[in-house]
Every structure is written in structure tokens, then in C-alpha cells.
């Protein structure tokens, strides 16, 4: 009789067992959607920010070197890179009280499972990839 108990307890504890391998999957996969989600809109507002200093650098030194090495400091701290020749800064016309900067910006994606899915080949892994590491090209205009 308790020999019977306990295989009906067995089933239990392997049922236990399946629902709690499927919540730590189910919150894996979670966490990693939420971390790519968080970079690419993180990598927008890194280079919108990124900008600006350059803008606000320029405008206050004149110096195109000084502001770039602003936005690139800024990306940095942030834990973005700057795209190799996205940066552009074009002075106004009217003077150096105004100029319009470009920045490129990339950032890498710390996740737990989907960065083993760029090692999948036909084009699927490419795409991943393109993904876990989200770029923007964004522009300021000084007014």
C-alpha cells in the first residue's frame, strides 16, 4: 500500500519538475526580449544625446576634434560605440553659433540564449545578429 503511494507521488514531483523548467524558460526568453528591447531604444537615445553634446561642444569651443571626441566619450559612458565615419558636422552659415551634427551609434546586446542563435546558418543568424547589435544614425540641427 505505500509502495503504491509513492509512485503516485512520483508523478507529482515530475510534474512539479516540467512546470518549473517551462517558468524558468518562459523568463529566459523574457529577460532577453526585454534586454533587446531596452538596447534598441537605449542606442537611439545614446546618439539623440550624443549630438547634442557635439552640437553644444562645437558651439562653445569651434573646435570639430573637441566635439567629436565629446560624443564619442558620451557614447562610451553610456555603452555605445560610434560607428566609424558616421560622425558629420556641418557648420552653419550664419556663423559658429550654429551647426548641424550626425552621429552613428552601435551597442551590443548582453543576453542569455538568444546570442547562441547568430551561429544559425541560412541567413537566420545574420538576421539575430543585426538585432542583438542595434545601430542609429541620428542628426541634430543647432537653433
Avoid: C
Avoid at 515530475?14 to 532577453?32: G, H, K, N, P, Q
Avoid at 539623440?48 to 552640437?55: G, H, S, T
Avoid at 537566420?124 to 543585426?130: E, L, P, S, Y
Amino acid at each position: 500500500m505505500t509502495l503504491a503511494r509513492l509512485r503516485r507521488q512520483d508523478g507529482f514531483v515530475r510534474e512539479v519538475v516540467w512546470y518549473l523548467a517551462l517558468i524558468v524558460i518562459v523568463a529566459v526568453v523574457i529577460f532577453d526580449v526585454v534586454a533587446v528591447t531596452k538596447a534598441h531604444l537605449g542606442v537611439r537615445q545614446n546618439a539623440i544625446d550624443a549630438a547634442d553634446e557635439a552640437v553644444s561642444v562645437y558651439i562653445q569651443t569651434g573646435n570639430p576634434g573637441m566635439a567629436q571626441d565629446s560624443a564619442t566619450v558620451l557614447l562610451k559612458e553610456h555603452g555605445s560605440v560610434m560607428i566609424p565615419g558616421s560622425f558629420k558636422l556641418v557648420p552653419s552659415a550664419q556663423g559658429r553659433d550654429q551647426a548641424t551634427v550626425t552621429v552613428g551609434a552601435r551597442r551590443s546586446t548582453p543576453t542569455y540564449v538568444f546570442r547562441y542563435f547568430e551561429r544559425i546558418p541560412w541567413g537566420v543568424g545574420d538576421w539575430f545578429h543585426k538585432e542583438l547589435n542595434p545601430a542609429s544614425i541620428e542628426t541634430n540641427a543647432s537653433t
